[in-house]
């Protein structure tokens, strides 16, 4: 263990200190004169001494002029007798100011106890260190079942409704909260029950957080916060002790918010889970539970919960008087896109041309926090490149980077390889362009970036909610438009089109089996797709129809992408013309924008 070496060489390091010390002392006094006992008398009789000690057989004269000398004697005879018969008077002897020092003074330490002394020091010190660090470990299992929810209260960085763009309705419903933090009196006094919990649900990144931060700081009052996965741990019980000990600081500090992120980490319905947690995180959601019954209404504590999983909540969690306030925060729109976007760029240089609501355009899909990671991977690009602002491109070149992974400029590819991926992009950019339920083209790369050789980005004019199944079969046909390119072109197909007909494939199966979209098999879910815990659900979906019905899904999936597939050769087969020119425009610049791809099926352009 690292810290416990570190003590013992710390321990070692003291012990050599003393004994430098010790020694040093030993050492530094400078060694006085020796002389014999016949000068000592010869100077006993002229009267210069001002003292002498006798330290066993040690002798130290102090001369009246501070000189130090030493001298010797046998130590089983006195001084006094050695003097006498060197033939010194008594007055003499009285004169000298002699001083007899036991041995067990200075010289015993120094000599006997001290070297005796040192292990048993260094074995106490040693011992000392180790108790120490024991007691450190004990003291840490003795608030193993306190809660470790951080409280902020620094009122410095306080984040407001002003940090969240858009969401609307939830910061409305929220503002409610606001008022009753700060004033819980004004409604006790009439009667109201303040309400005990509010549920803030969204995709991630939408900015869960971010608002319930915004709900205290409006507020001003304290701040609980604590991830749903921190009241687990391995011990059974300790979940529960911490919420008890995390309500109990909180109704201490009220009125205040209690937040609990991520809170399925815990509160997932019960009697589902698999693996070793699960006792565990029963007793702790049912403690949240208990508590959240227990507490006054009116005492001010508000529990703030957020999650991105609603679907696997306990029902008992959402039951009137825990958390009967629920706030869903959607994906942003475009006008939500580009406040969001606006409050991000505030510290950011960016350059006069920059539009913002363009970005905006470009993002469809994209959450609060992906917008934010959009600014700084543009700023970061702005910064690689020297510059001291943020040009359109960055955000542009970011926006791809962010969709599809950095760009591979280092992947390079042979002839023949870049003319089939050139064919196999036209190909699906042809057929987009050319069915009118398809999102517009904005853009055909055969740069490689992330997993794929080359892209096609097509985006949405607007935002939708809803998807049609005439969009959803229009776009099987532009997945399937590489492959089918590549075949009418030269024959045969390559594995740069497996991606594609994965994605195809597992819309079609959507389509037939959840959406019910499939005129055969009618309106019908298929499947049962309530997700297991750990497994993901393919592995564990329920079958809940017959063998024969799995046959007629398969049925019904293959039409689904045949269908596509003859859409898309029809597609190829008329507009041959076109899809050379894509293909010939895309070896030549690799890249082509939304304009210059319009461009080309203008008749001017040719
Ligand atoms: P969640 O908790 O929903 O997963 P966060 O609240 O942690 O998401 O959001 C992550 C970051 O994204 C925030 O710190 C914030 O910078 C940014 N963000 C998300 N939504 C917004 C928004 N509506 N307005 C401003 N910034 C946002
Ligand atoms: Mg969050
Ligand atoms: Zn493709």
Redesign the pocket.
């Known amino acids: 263990m690292k810290p416990l070496s570190k003590n013992i060489i710390i321990a070692l390091v003291v012990v050599l200190v003393i004994s430098a010390i010790f020694s040093g002392i030993n050492l530094n006094s400078e060694s006085p004169e020796e002389i014999s006992m016949a000068t000592l008398v010869s100077e006993i009789q002229e009267g210069v001494i001002k003292s002498i000690q006798i330290e066993g057989a040690e002798i130290t004269i102090l001369l009246q002029n501070e000189t130090e000398q030493t001298t010797r004697k046998e130590s089983a005879v006195s001084l006094s007798e050695v003097l006498i018969d060197y033939g010194i008077t008594p007055e003499e002897l009285k004169a000298a100011d002699i001083t007899v020092m036991d041995r067990s003074t200075r010289s015993y330490i120094m000599g006997v106890i001290l070297p005796s002394m040192l292990p048993l020091m260094l074995l106490i010190l040693i011992f000392w260190f180790m108790v120490k660090q024991m007691s450190g470990a004990n003291s840490k299992a003795l608030s193993f079942g306190m809660s470790n929810a951080r409280e902020n209260k620094d009122s410095k960085q306080k984040i407001t409704f002003e940090?969240?763009?858009?969401?609307k309705e939830a910061k409305e419903e929220l503002q409610e909260i606001v008022e009753f933090l700060k004033n819980p009196k004004k409604f006790s006094d009439l009667g109201a029950k303040l309400p005990k919990g509010a549920l803030l649900m969204?995709?991630?990144?939408?900015?869960?957080?971010?608002?319930a931060r915004a709900v205290a700081g409006e507020a001003g009052v304290p701040f609980f916060h604590l991830s749903g996965s921190e009241f687990v741990e391995m011990f059974v019980g300790v979940g529960a002790s911490r919420v008890r000990d995390l309500f109990g600081r909180a109704k201490k500090a009220a009125p205040c918010i209690i937040f609990i992120?991520e809170i399925d980490a815990v509160g997932r319905q019960r009697g589902t889970g698999m693996g070793g947690s699960h006792d565990e995180r029963e007793q702790t959601l049912n403690q949240i539970l208990v508590e959240m019954d227990g507490f006054d209404p009116n005492i001010g504590v508000i529990v703030v919960a957020?999650t991105?999983r609603p679907d696997v909540l306990d029902p008992a969690l959402l039951r009137p008087g825990r958390f009967d306030r629920r706030v869903v925060?959607d994906l942003?729109d475009i006008n939500?896109r580009e406040?969001?976007l606006k409050?991000?760029a505030k510290n950011k240089p960016l350059a006069d041309d920059i539009d913002l609501r363009r970005v905006g355009e470009r993002t469809p899909g994209f959450?609060?926090?992906d917008?934010?990671n959009l600014l700084n991977e543009s700023a970061i690009r702005a910064a690689r490149r020297d510059d001291k602002v943020i040009i359109q491109e960055d955000i542009l070149d970011s926006i791809e980077k962010v969709l599809l992974g950095p760009e591979r400029k280092s992947f390079v590819m042979n002839k023949e390889e870049k003319k089939v991926t050139a064919y196999h992009e036209a190909g699906h950019a042809l057929i987009a362009h050319m069915l009118p339920e398809s999102d517009p083209v904005h853009k055909v790369s055969i740069i490689a970036r992330g997993n794929a050789g080359g892209y096609t980005l097509k985006l949405p004019s607007e935002d939708r909610r809803l998807q049609k199944r005439s969009e959803f079969v229009a776009d099987m046909a532009v997945m399937l438009g590489g492959f089918v390119a590549e075949k009418e072109t030269f024959g045969d197909v390559t594995t740069g089109a497996s991606d594609d007909l994965r994605k195809c494939t597992s819309i079609a199966r959507e389509l037939v089996t959840r959406f019910g979209m499939s005129e055969t098999l009618g309106p019908r879910v298929y499947g049962n797709s309530q997700e297991m815990v750990f497994l993901g659900k393919e592995i564990h979906e329920q079958r809940n129809y017959s063998e024969k019905t799995a046959e007629a899904i398969d049925l019904e999936v293959d039409k689904f992408i045949r269908g596509a597939m003859d859409t898309a050769r029809d597609i190829i087969r008329k507009e041959k013309m076109q899809l050379d020119k894509i293909a010939k425009e895309l070896m030549v610049n690799e890249t082509i924008e939304k304009e210059a791809f319009e461009a080309l099926f203008t008749p001017a352009a040719v």
């Open positions: 940090d969240v763009a858009g969401a969204g995709r991630p990144g939408t900015g869960k957080t971010l608002l992120d957020a991105n925060i942003p939500d406040a969001i409050i991000h959450s609060g926090a917008l934010m």
